[in-house]
Nanobody, 120 residues
Framework: QVQLVESGGGLVQPGGSLTLSCAAS????????MGWYRQAPGKERELVAT???????NYADSVKGRFTISRDNAKNTVNLQMNSLKPEDTAVYYC??????????????WGQGTQVTVSS
């Protein structure tokens, strides 16, 4: 089993910055693609950004140029640096990871979510 724990959410003014962090723990053999999704009230969960174990990144068009995803493979962590935040970025942000555990069981895991609110 693999656990994902997010941190770093909060309240920020428009134009401000926040960094979200996610740490994976458990009986991990290998972490594959890791990423961030978000869900705003009344909307479906949507992809924000992903990063492969090799460092290839993918971003939603709405965050390109403002958000940067990075990871530390040695520590099994993934971060999301969010700049120039807008009110429409307000959502619960979820960490997501594809992982193989020590029994070679492959699964997708989710964190519990962290609230990001962009408001003046």
């Amino acid at each position: 089993q693999v656990q994902l724990v997010e941190s770093g959410g909060g309240l920020v003014q428009p134009g401000g910055s926040l960094t979200l962090s996610c740490a994976a723990s458990g009986r991990i053999f290998k972490m594959n693609t890791m990423g961030w999704y978000r869900q705003a009230p009344g909307k479906e969960r949507e992809l924000v950004a992903t990063i492969t174990s090799g460092g290839t990144t993918n971003y939603a068009d709405s965050v390109k140029g403002r958000f940067t995803i990075s990871r530390d493979n040695a520590k099994n962590t993934v971060n999301l640096q969010m700049n120039s935040l807008k009110p429409e970025d307000t959502a619960v942000y979820y960490c997501n990871a594809e992982a193989i555990d020590i029994l070679f069981y492959y699964a997708t895991y989710w964190g519990q979510g962290t609230q990001v609110t962009v408001s003046s």
